[in-house]
């Protein structure tokens, strides 16, 4: 059975998508985009290596009527193909045991053209697409994506009709663009696309708490 580098499974993740939503991201990035906030998922660690169906598993364990869809990031998904595409197969073969609309929308820093054959690939095995490196310089506050060069593709008539691309631009389905904080044993960290200057903000309002940071996956 395939492995992938995994840096964090969560659920339910509300913002990165329609509803509520499971959480994969991958563990290591060779795109290195200035003004990344996950750092930390950029180094490919043999530690983090879990097998695909332990994955599968983690997913099953959601009730159905629990969830709307599957998010997947990073890191970056595709410097790890072969388990991306094994994983995508397992999110296939769960979501067809239900008659409940469950999209997979995929984040990848490459651009269509770098995505080349991986791209038509994805037309037909995800739902959505957010393509492109995150571009400090183009920042911006729309709904799914960091910067504005980014590019959220919709293949599939769900996801035409849970990202319309007419509310794309601020919000979709009512949500805005918004970071949860979770914090455990070792560390805090965040699900969600921060705006220009949050990070900042969120050093400020931790250290006027007394909380001090002693390493973060983002610079400021
Ligand atoms: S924003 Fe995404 S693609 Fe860019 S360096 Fe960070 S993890 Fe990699």
């Known amino acids: 059975m395939t492995s992938m ?14 509803g509520r939503r499971a959480g994969i991201w991958f563990q290591g990035c060779t795109i290195y985009c200035k003004g990344c906030v996950s750092r ?4 490919f660690e043999p530690s983090s290596g879990v097998r695909i169906d332990e ?16 998010t997947i990031s990073g890191g970056e998904p595709n410097d790890q193909p072969v388990a991306l ?20 929308l995929l984040y990848s820093g490459r651009t269509p053209r770098e995505l080349g054959d991986r791209f038509d690939w994805m037309r037909g095995n995800v739902d959505v697409l957010v393509s492109g490196p995150y571009i400090a310089a183009g920042a911006t506050d729309c709904a799914l994506r960091g910067s504005a060069n980014q590019i959220v593709h919709t293949f599939s008539e769900l996801a035409r009709t849970r990202y319309p691309a007419d509310t794309l631009e601020s919000d979709y389905s009512g949500q805005r663009r918004d ?3 979770h914090v455990d044993a070792e560390s805090i960290w965040m699900v969600g696309i921060p705006t220009d200057g949050d990070m900042r903000k969120f050093e400020q309002q931790l250290a006027s708490r007394g909380v001090d940071l002693r390493r973060t996956s983002w610079l400021t």
Not at 5 to 18: K, T
Not at 63 to 69: K, L, N
Not at 85 to 104: G, M
């Open 55 to 70: 994955v599968a598993q983690w997913l099953r364990s959601i009730p159905f009527d629990a969830i709307d869809g599957v």
């Open 5 to 18: 580098l995994l840096s964090r499974l969560h659920y339910p993740v509300h913002n990165l998508g329609f």
């Open 40 to 43: 930390d998922t950029w180094p």
């Open 85 to 104: 595409t094994e994983l995508i197969a397992e999110i296939h073969r769960w979501r067809s045991c239900t008659t409940q609309p469950i999209d997979i």
């Open 179 to 181: 970071i949860s904080v």
